[in-house]
Structure formats: structure tokens, C-alpha cells
């Protein structure tokens, strides 16, 4: 499998952004989906994620309430709907999936994890 991340920009803060994340090779009904960004300068962390099928969803705090996770259907593509940006959620934005069976979720160390290639998003004042 192989995915391509889209939908990075320039915005204002208070804006919004909806990020893609689109699968190539195969569909992920039994993968997890998610989503890391990384700042300038800091290390990378863990923003949200959508377990398999349309499942549970987990977010970052500094995030709720802000950004939704979800992915489609036909279980292809993750989209990031990011509302109310903050100048602090500048970063390139990294997608990723592994299987589900791979717990945890969040633990992007695992061999079996698939990036995207990254797309910058840029909140200005």
C-alpha cells in the first residue's frame, strides 16, 4: 500500500484546512488510519486517528473540540477537517496506517506502519 497525503496550505489563523489521505494498492478495511505532524525544530507527534472501518477515533488534546478525523466508505481515503487553526498547529502533516492487529495504535515505531509523504500546513497571523 501507498499513500499520498494532500490538501496542506496558507491560512489565517481561524481558519480551516481539510487534509487527504489517499490509499493506493489496496483498500484499509482492516487498518488503522492517522495522522502526525511535525513543527519546526520540535518532535514529531501524534495528532488523531480512526481505527479500522470507520471506527473509534482519538485525538490529541490541543486538537479537540477543533479537528475531525473520518474516512470514507470505500475505505481508500482519511480526511483531516481542521477548523479554528491555531498559529501553534503549523507543521508538515504526515499520515500513516498500519493493521490493526499492530496495537498500539499510536506506536508508529512498528515495521508494519505506512507513511505518506508529508503536506505543510501554514497558519498565519
Known amino acids: 500500500v501507498q499513500l499520498q497525503a494532500s490538501g496542506g496550505g496558507l491560512v489565517q489563523a481561524g481558519g480551516s484546512l481539510r487534509l487527504s489521505c489517499a490509499a493506493s494498492g489496496r483498500t484499509l478495511r482492516t487498518y488503522d488510519m492517522g495522522w502526525f505532524r511535525q513543527a519546526p525544530g520540535k518532535e514529531r507527534e501524534f495528532v488523531a486517528a480512526v481505527r479500522r472501518s470507520a471506527g473509534s477515533t482519538y485525538y490529541t488534546d490541543s486538537v479537540k473540540g477543533r479537528f475531525t478525523i473520518s474516512r470514507d466508505s470505500a475505505e481508500t481515503t482519511m480526511y483531516l477537517q481542521m477548523n479554528s487553526l491555531k498559529l501553534e498547529d503549523t507543521a508538515v502533516y504526515y499520515c500513516?496506517?498500519?493493521?490493526?492487529?499492530?496495537?498500539?495504535?499510536?506506536?508508529?515505531?512498528?515495521?508494519?506502519?505506512?507513511w505518506g509523504q508529508g503536506t505543510q500546513v501554514t497558519v498565519s497571523s
Open positions: 500513516y496506517t498500519k493493521p490493526h492487529w499492530d496495537v498500539p495504535f499510536w506506536d508508529v515505531a512498528s515495521r508494519n506502519v505506512v
